[in-house]
Protein backbone atom coordinates (compact mmCIF):
# COMPACT_ATOMS: atom_id res chain seq x y z
CA UNK A 1 0.00 0.00 0.00
CA UNK A 2 1.18 3.84 -1.06
CA UNK A 3 1.49 5.85 2.10
CA UNK A 4 1.44 9.25 1.42
CA UNK A 5 2.36 11.98 4.04
CA UNK A 6 1.33 15.33 4.18
CA UNK A 7 3.54 18.24 5.56
CA UNK A 8 3.21 20.51 7.25
CA UNK A 9 0.03 19.44 9.65
CA UNK A 10 -1.02 22.50 10.76
CA UNK A 11 -0.16 25.54 7.96
CA UNK A 12 -1.49 29.44 9.69
CA UNK A 13 -1.42 32.09 7.00
CA UNK A 14 -3.36 35.45 6.49
CA UNK A 15 -5.32 36.26 3.23
CA UNK A 16 -3.60 37.22 0.34
CA UNK A 17 -0.33 34.66 1.15
CA UNK A 18 0.95 32.44 -0.49
CA UNK A 19 0.38 28.53 0.31
CA UNK A 20 2.54 25.40 -0.37
CA UNK A 21 1.06 21.96 0.92
CA UNK A 22 3.70 18.89 0.67
CA UNK A 23 2.58 15.53 -0.24
CA UNK A 24 5.20 12.59 0.38
CA UNK A 25 4.62 9.16 -1.34
CA UNK A 26 6.45 5.97 0.03
CA UNK A 27 7.38 4.91 -3.42
CA UNK A 28 6.83 6.48 -6.82
CA UNK A 29 3.23 7.32 -8.39
CA UNK A 30 3.70 6.85 -12.15
CA UNK A 31 2.39 8.55 -14.75
CA UNK A 32 1.62 11.02 -12.25
CA UNK A 33 -1.68 9.54 -10.96
CA UNK A 34 -1.99 11.66 -7.75
CA UNK A 35 -5.41 14.19 -7.18
CA UNK A 36 -5.90 17.06 -4.43
CA UNK A 37 -8.67 17.62 -2.44
CA UNK A 38 -10.36 20.39 -0.40
CA UNK A 39 -12.91 19.98 2.69
CA UNK A 40 -14.59 22.29 4.65
CA UNK A 41 -15.98 21.29 7.48
CA UNK A 42 -19.52 19.37 7.45
CA UNK A 43 -18.95 19.23 3.61
CA UNK A 44 -17.75 16.61 0.95
CA UNK A 45 -14.26 17.02 -0.25
CA UNK A 46 -14.05 18.90 -3.52
CA UNK A 47 -11.61 17.75 -6.32
CA UNK A 48 -9.11 20.47 -7.04
CA UNK A 49 -6.44 19.19 -9.00
CA UNK A 50 -5.73 15.49 -10.95
CA UNK A 51 -3.03 14.24 -12.75
CA UNK A 52 -0.79 16.06 -10.18
CA UNK A 53 -0.66 19.31 -12.27
CA UNK A 54 -4.72 19.02 -14.08
CA UNK A 55 -7.48 22.01 -12.56
CA UNK A 56 -10.61 20.40 -12.14
CA UNK A 57 -13.41 22.37 -13.87
CA UNK A 58 -14.62 25.66 -12.35
CA UNK A 59 -11.41 25.60 -10.03
CA UNK A 60 -9.60 29.01 -10.03
CA UNK A 61 -6.27 29.19 -11.33
CA UNK A 62 -4.87 30.45 -7.90
CA UNK A 63 -4.59 26.49 -7.38
CA UNK A 64 -1.65 24.81 -8.82
CA UNK A 65 -0.62 21.50 -8.36
CA UNK A 66 2.97 20.01 -9.58
CA UNK A 67 5.52 17.45 -8.95
CA UNK A 68 6.36 13.66 -9.65
CA UNK A 69 7.31 10.75 -8.84
CA UNK A 70 7.62 11.04 -4.72
CA UNK A 71 6.92 14.45 -3.84
CA UNK A 72 4.30 16.74 -4.94
CA UNK A 73 3.07 20.37 -3.98
CA UNK A 74 -0.25 22.19 -4.02
CA UNK A 75 -0.18 26.12 -4.41
CA UNK A 76 -2.24 28.42 -3.55
CA UNK A 77 -1.17 31.66 -5.13
CA UNK A 78 -2.78 34.62 -2.82
CA UNK A 79 -5.17 33.26 -0.55
CA UNK A 80 -8.61 34.07 -0.33
CA UNK A 81 -11.07 33.66 2.49
CA UNK A 82 -12.83 30.92 1.39
CA UNK A 83 -9.53 29.03 0.86
CA UNK A 84 -8.99 28.41 4.63
CA UNK A 85 -9.94 24.23 4.65
CA UNK A 86 -8.16 21.00 5.26
CA UNK A 87 -6.45 20.15 2.08
CA UNK A 88 -5.62 16.21 0.81
CA UNK A 89 -3.73 14.05 -1.70
CA UNK A 90 -4.66 11.15 -3.07
CA UNK A 91 -2.90 8.24 -4.92
CA UNK A 92 -4.51 6.22 -7.76
CA UNK A 93 -1.47 4.59 -9.35
CA UNK A 94 -2.31 1.25 -7.38
CA UNK A 95 -5.29 -0.13 -5.40
CA UNK A 96 -5.96 0.94 -1.98
CA UNK A 97 -6.34 4.35 -3.43
CA UNK A 98 -5.04 5.77 -0.16
CA UNK A 99 -5.22 9.74 0.99
CA UNK A 100 -2.67 11.59 2.80
CA UNK A 101 -3.73 12.65 6.73
CA UNK A 102 -4.32 16.07 5.59
CA UNK A 103 -2.88 19.44 5.98
CA UNK A 104 -5.23 22.30 7.86
CA UNK A 105 -4.95 25.67 6.42
CA UNK A 106 -6.02 27.99 8.96
CA UNK A 107 -6.38 31.76 9.53
CA UNK A 108 -3.43 33.42 11.14
CA UNK B 1 -25.34 19.93 -12.82
CA UNK B 2 -24.57 16.18 -11.94
CA UNK B 3 -25.75 15.15 -8.32
CA UNK B 4 -25.49 12.53 -6.03
CA UNK B 5 -27.68 12.11 -3.66
CA UNK B 6 -27.40 9.36 0.05
CA UNK B 7 -29.95 8.21 1.91
CA UNK B 8 -30.30 9.43 5.41
CA UNK B 9 -28.01 8.86 8.27
CA UNK B 10 -28.30 5.55 10.36
CA UNK B 11 -27.71 3.89 14.09
CA UNK B 12 -26.94 0.54 14.18
CA UNK B 13 -25.97 -1.89 16.81
CA UNK B 14 -22.70 -3.86 16.53
CA UNK B 15 -22.65 -7.08 14.47
CA UNK B 16 -25.51 -5.59 12.40
CA UNK B 17 -25.21 -4.50 9.21
CA UNK B 18 -26.30 -1.44 7.10
CA UNK B 19 -27.06 -0.50 3.27
CA UNK B 20 -26.56 3.18 2.03
CA UNK B 21 -28.11 4.49 -1.41
CA UNK B 22 -26.52 7.27 -3.24
CA UNK B 23 -28.93 8.35 -6.01
CA UNK B 24 -26.99 9.54 -9.37
CA UNK B 25 -28.71 12.56 -11.46
CA UNK B 26 -27.49 14.74 -14.74
CA UNK B 27 -25.36 12.38 -16.26
CA UNK B 28 -25.56 8.28 -17.67
CA UNK B 29 -24.99 6.49 -15.09
CA UNK B 30 -23.40 3.21 -16.83
CA UNK B 31 -20.60 6.21 -18.32
CA UNK B 32 -18.85 6.27 -14.78
CA UNK B 33 -17.82 3.96 -11.99
CA UNK B 34 -19.02 5.17 -8.01
CA UNK B 35 -16.64 4.87 -5.54
CA UNK B 36 -17.14 4.58 -1.44
CA UNK B 37 -15.10 6.69 0.83
CA UNK B 38 -15.58 6.77 4.34
CA UNK B 39 -14.25 9.26 7.37
CA UNK B 40 -14.69 8.51 10.96
CA UNK B 41 -15.16 11.15 13.61
CA UNK B 42 -12.03 14.08 13.22
CA UNK B 43 -10.10 11.69 11.02
CA UNK B 44 -9.25 11.54 7.08
CA UNK B 45 -10.15 9.51 4.14
CA UNK B 46 -10.33 5.99 3.27
CA UNK B 47 -11.27 4.46 -0.05
CA UNK B 48 -13.50 1.57 0.39
CA UNK B 49 -14.34 -0.33 -2.95
CA UNK B 50 -15.51 0.91 -6.62
CA UNK B 51 -18.18 -0.08 -8.48
CA UNK B 52 -18.95 -0.54 -12.42
CA UNK B 53 -22.41 0.46 -13.09
CA UNK B 54 -21.78 -0.71 -16.97
CA UNK B 55 -20.68 -4.24 -15.89
CA UNK B 56 -21.11 -4.69 -12.26
CA UNK B 57 -17.28 -5.46 -11.93
CA UNK B 58 -16.24 -4.33 -8.58
CA UNK B 59 -12.73 -3.68 -6.31
CA UNK B 60 -12.93 -3.73 -2.92
CA UNK B 61 -10.37 -2.40 0.13
CA UNK B 62 -8.57 -5.70 1.11
CA UNK B 63 -9.47 -4.82 4.76
CA UNK B 64 -13.00 -5.10 3.64
CA UNK B 65 -13.25 -7.92 1.80
CA UNK B 66 -15.65 -10.03 3.41
CA UNK B 67 -18.26 -7.42 4.74
CA UNK B 68 -18.64 -4.84 2.28
CA UNK B 69 -20.83 -5.56 -0.90
CA UNK B 70 -21.43 -2.57 -3.83
CA UNK B 71 -24.37 -3.06 -6.20
CA UNK B 72 -26.34 -0.91 -8.47
CA UNK B 73 -29.53 -0.34 -10.31
CA UNK B 74 -29.28 1.58 -13.41
CA UNK B 75 -33.14 1.24 -13.54
CA UNK B 76 -33.16 4.01 -11.08
CA UNK B 77 -29.24 5.41 -11.42
CA UNK B 78 -28.85 3.91 -7.98
CA UNK B 79 -25.68 2.91 -6.20
CA UNK B 80 -25.57 0.93 -3.05
CA UNK B 81 -22.96 0.40 -0.38
CA UNK B 82 -23.49 -3.00 2.27
CA UNK B 83 -21.24 -2.93 5.75
CA UNK B 84 -21.83 -6.06 7.57
CA UNK B 85 -20.72 -7.11 11.16
CA UNK B 86 -20.51 -3.61 12.00
CA UNK B 87 -18.08 -2.74 14.75
CA UNK B 88 -18.00 0.65 16.99
CA UNK B 89 -15.04 1.84 14.83
CA UNK B 90 -16.89 1.63 11.32
CA UNK B 91 -19.05 4.66 12.76
CA UNK B 92 -18.30 7.29 10.28
CA UNK B 93 -18.89 9.44 7.46
CA UNK B 94 -19.70 7.49 4.23
CA UNK B 95 -19.78 9.12 0.59
CA UNK B 96 -20.36 8.30 -2.71
CA UNK B 97 -18.46 9.78 -5.49
CA UNK B 98 -18.50 9.55 -9.26
CA UNK B 99 -14.84 7.81 -10.34
CA UNK B 100 -13.60 9.62 -13.33
CA UNK B 101 -12.85 7.25 -16.29
CA UNK B 102 -9.51 8.46 -16.61
CA UNK B 103 -8.40 6.77 -13.44
CA UNK B 104 -9.64 6.41 -9.89
CA UNK B 105 -9.73 9.91 -8.66
CA UNK B 106 -13.15 11.55 -7.89
CA UNK B 107 -14.98 13.94 -9.87
CA UNK B 108 -18.31 14.66 -7.71
CA UNK B 109 -19.31 13.29 -4.15
CA UNK B 110 -22.30 12.56 -2.23
CA UNK B 111 -23.36 14.75 0.92
CA UNK B 112 -22.61 11.84 3.29
CA UNK B 113 -24.20 9.43 5.43
CA UNK B 114 -23.58 9.08 9.27
CA UNK B 115 -23.35 5.88 10.18
CA UNK B 116 -23.14 5.56 13.83
CA UNK B 117 -22.30 2.08 15.90
CA UNK B 118 -22.86 1.77 19.49
CA UNK B 119 -24.65 -0.75 21.69
Known amino acids: EIVLTQSPGTLSLSAGERATLSCRAS???????LAWYQQKPGQAPRLLVY???SRAPAIPDRFSGSGSGTDFTLTISRLEPEDFAVYYC?????????FGQGTKLEIK | QVQLVQSGAEVRKPGASVKVSCKAS????????ISWVRQAPGQGLEWMGW????????KYAQKLQGRVTMTTDTSTSTAYMELRSLRSDDTAVYFC????????????WGQGTLVSVSS
Open chain 1, 51 to 53: GAS
Open chain 1, 90 to 98: QQYVSSPYT
Open chain 2, 97 to 108: ARTSFLGYYFEY
Open chain 2, 26 to 33: DYTFSSYG
Open chain 1, 27 to 33: ESVSSSF
Open chain 2, 51 to 58: ISPYNGNT
